[in-house]
């Protein structure tokens, strides 16, 4: 899963557009290849690493539960 903010995405000369790219979270985009290929317990990493690619420096992020497991990459259970 590769996650790109709005700045990196216009850095390249691409404009983000749904269609070819899925809105993560405000500022951050994904494939939208890759989201629809992605597990749901996948699209709530994916959003997790949204959030804190988009944090801004010096804010203090506090992940828990399911969150933080995603950020660490362990395995969750889902039903």
């Known amino acids: 899963m590769i996650l790109h903010t709005t700045?990196?995405?216009?850095?390249?000369?691409?404009?983000?557009s749904r269609g070819l790219f899925h809105h993560v979270r405000p500022g951050v985009w994904m494939a939208e290849s890759a989201q629809?290929?992605?597990e749901p317990v996948d699209r709530h990493a994916a959003l997790v690493h949204a959030t804190a690619k988009a944090h801004r420096h010096g804010d203090c992020l506090i992940?828990?539960?399911?969150s933080a497991a995603a950020v660490h990459g362990f395995p969750r259970i889902t039903s």
Request: hydrophobic fraction near 40%.
């Open 63 to 66: 992940f828990v539960a399911a």
């Open 36 to 38: 629809r290929e992605l």
């Open 7 to 16: 700045g990196d995405l216009r850095a390249r000369g691409t404009q983000p």
